[in-house]
Nanobody, 120 residues
């Protein structure tokens, strides 16, 4: 069994900052890509940022320069530092991890989501 658990969401004013964390745990051989996605009401889930095990990153254009993704491979944990938050960043944020449970078998795991609300 593998669990992916997010934390760190909440209510913040426009221009403020939040830090999300996500840890994968359980029967893990290794974790390759990890990332954050978000889904606003009435919209499809979209990519926010991803980070490979080697550290290379990818960001949605809408968050470039404001959000920073990082990871701690020893803890199978990924972080999302969000600065200069805007009301349009309001969404449920989901963590994704590509987990190898054996040397031959991998699949996507998703967290339960954490709400981020940017409002004055």
């Amino acid at each position: 069994q593998v669990q992916v658990v997010e934390s760190g969401g909440g209510l913040v004013q426009p221009g403020g900052s939040l830090r999300l964390s996500c840890a994968a745990s359980g029967s893990i051989f290794r974790v390759s890509a990890m990332g954050w996605y978000r889904q606003a009401p009435g919209k499809q889930r979209e990519l926010v940022a991803t980070v490979a095990s080697g550290g290379s990153t990818n960001y949605a254009d809408s968050v470039k320069g404001r959000f920073t993704i990082s990871r701690d491979n020893a803890k199978n944990t990924v972080y999302l530092e969000m600065n200069s938050l805007k009301p349009e960043d309001t969404a449920v944020y989901y963590c994704n991890a590509v987990v190898w449970v054996t040397i031959h078998s991998a699949r996507d795991y998703w967290g339960q989501g954490t709400q981020v609300t940017v409002s004055s």
